[in-house]
């Protein structure tokens, strides 16, 4: 689907912004050595890729995505020169074995992030590591409380293909999959009138505009009716605090 | 209700474990200077007072108590000297005015926490600071995800006198009470399996045994029935991860 996959001019801005406010809090913690080969996988628009290259200049960075659209996108905006982009499903790419693996919004839209977790784990060396960074829907709540804002959000919640709540479950979930030393840590953003920029590029341009881009499929899912999801998208526009927590998970293959 | 004042053995023994695992993520950024008169507004059996008065021990602190079972508790089990322990409501608690005024995990369960904050700020000189520590029984989510567990915590949610999703409303409450400079940050807890003291300390007996401490009372009151409940308990026992997220303001009076 466009809003899963980003592509849209509309979903473009609005992950650029989501990867503004939110590069310090997801990323500050992984920077590759020099030398250091590191494949992206799931790249999408390069929201990520930007950052990922600015914190490691001196590693070679491979991004694959497997929507050409999307690459074209990313191709446009990144022109860090350790970066190279390549069209490819993650689950039939091969190449020599990478030092490191970074997957960031990925696993969530996918039906089987297990499969994919033990597909990476063949990309990588042995001692290599995975950084693996996803959000978790059912961690949103605010002040005011607004029944419909949590009907609107679930719209989400069921429309994504994959777990829009995986973040509480990687800890287990890259366990089993075969990595070693998983550490989990959750990376929460809390928004309040204290931090009106905040309010805008978080609260409204990110996680409001995300859910507000499920509206026609929800609508013409009958998930739920036009006035009670605009009220939902309303009520969350007017939150005067907000809270969403990503999770960010490292582990090495043994 | 004693669940909620803890004066019961159990209840005790569950609020010092709670203040064992959640000291340094609540309390390392309150130290007060030498000299400085502090109020803790609802010491309750003490548990927060020990920690009080080991980081600011040149600071005098006046702690207050509704309760005289709680009182007796917290006399007992804190020496520190430089605590003085009183009998007293705070709406009708008379001193010279503090330079700090604490209060954690007491907003709560007070059917009109604004009025409590009005008050306290005429019990605060100008120029002193607040600092005001509550939680969030509606932030705690896990995996994996269980209904009846949330039924179950509901039965908290529904029975606690007050709000007990206090915590991410504290930003306008203390805002509106007229406080000034109000920042308030969140204090998240992340359990899972790689963190087994946690999982002991937090999930279980913190927060798992204060949902069984409304199990009498939720039966009572018909709000579940026997076996929903236990299916809870036993759910939030197994979570492979748990989130659970405290709120801390900190504000002066103009």
């Given at each position: 689907m466009a809003y899963v996959h980003g592509y849209a001019e509309r979903e473009s801005e609005r992950l650029n912004?989501?990867?503004?406010?939110?590069?310090?809090?997801?990323?500050?913690?992984?920077?590759?050595?020099?030398?250091?080969?590191?494949?992206?996988?799931?790249?999408?628009?390069?929201?990520?890729t930007i950052t990922l290259a600015a914190n490691s200049p001196e590693a070679q960075i491979t991004s694959i995505e497997i929507s050409p659209q999307s690459l074209?996108?990313?191709?446009?905006?990144?022109?860090?020169?350790?970066?190279?982009?390549?069209?490819?499903?993650?689950?039939?790419?091969?190449?020599?074995?990478?030092?490191?693996?970074?997957?960031?919004?990925?696993?969530?839209?996918?039906?089987?992030?297990?499969?994919?977790?033990?597909?990476l784990r063949t990309l990588l060396r042995p001692g290599g590591t995975i950084t693996v960074i996803e959000g978790d829907h059912g961690s949103a709540y605010f002040h005011p409380e607004s029944d419909a804002a949590n009907d609107a959000i679930d719209c989400l919640i069921k429309l994504q293909s994959g777990d829009a709540k995986i973040g509480r479950r990687l800890y287990p979930l890259v366990s089993e999959a075969g990595f070693g030393s998983v550490r989990v840590s959750p990376r929460m953003v809390y928004v309040d009138a204290s931090k009106p920029e905040l309010v805008d590029a978080f609260t409204l341009k990110t996680f409001t505009a995300m859910i507000e881009g499920v509206r026609e499929p929800a609508l013409a899912g009958g998930l739920i009716d036009a006035d009670r999801f605009d009220r939902g998208i309303a009520d969350l526009a007017a939150t005067e605090t907000f809270s969403y927590t990503f999770f960010k998970a490292v582990a090495d293959r043994d």
């Open positions: 912004d989501q990867a503004g406010a939110l590069v310090e809090l997801l990323h500050h913690d992984t920077a590759y050595p020099a030398g250091s080969r590191v494949l992206e996988a799931g790249c999408g628009v390069g929201a990520q074209a996108v990313a191709r446009e905006r990144v022109t860090a020169p350790n970066v190279t982009f390549e069209q490819a499903d993650l689950f039939s790419f091969r190449a020599e074995p990478f030092d490191h693996i970074f997957v960031c919004f990925v696993l969530e839209h996918l039906r089987d992030p297990y499969a994919a977790l033990r597909r």
